[in-house]
């Protein structure tokens, strides 16, 4: 799909969920495509297979190994998400009668979300609720936050970041140049 009708299916999309223009252009949101080509990053307990880039594919596997050799368990919950299930999550948060202010503190809106690249991971560890607060309170967090940098990987949402998304510890985004 080329850029310009991947454009006008956002476009089609945000209308469809009531996301105006003026919302986006407020919360100076990045856009973001699709990844195209993607791997296999993790496979969890439930057999989802979780997906990234090559390259931040290979820079997860360094990062967890590295835990791991520390004794810290990382775990993906979340990996590449297209905007098929961007527009689910959104519509889900309206189903339940969220304001849409509050549902862009928390999700972004198709065209803008991180996981489209196929970069951004979410990040969980065992014996805690994934993507919630409390995952800043683990081993894994204080582990992400002291080592990640290295392999290339930044805390996309940390607390008053200026996209007006709520803190989100356990959510990571591959920037490249780390030593893999």
């Not at 520390?70 to 189903?95: H, P, T, W, Y």
Request: charged share 25%; proline share 6%.
């Amino acid at each position: 799909m080329h850029i310009h009708e991947y454009r006008q299916r956002i476009t089609l999309a945000l209308e469809a969920l009531g996301i105006s223009d003026d919302i986006i252009a407020r919360k100076q949101l990045p856009f973001f495509e699709e990844a195209r080509e993607l791997v296999i990053a993790e496979t969890d307990a439930s057999n989802r297979e979780h997906l990234l880039v090559p390259d931040a594919a290979q820079a997860w596997w360094s990062m967890k190994g590295a835990a791991q050799e520390e004794g810290v368990v990382l775990e993906i919950v979340s990996a590449f998400r297209g905007v098929d299930r961007q527009i689910e999550i959104i519509r889900a948060k309206i189903a339940r009668d969220m304001p849409m202010e509050t549902i862009l503190t928390l999700s972004a809106p198709p065209g803008y979300s991180e996981h489209h690249t196929g970069r951004a991971i979410d990040i969980n560890t065992p014996g805690c609720e994934p993507t919630e607060a409390p995952f800043e309170d683990t081993d894994a967090f204080r582990w992400l936050c002291r080592h990640a940098g290295r392999f290339g990987f930044t805390l996309s949402y940390p607390r008053g970041n200026a996209l007006g998304f709520i803190h989100e510890p356990w959510h990571w985004c591959y920037q490249s140049g780390g030593a893999v």
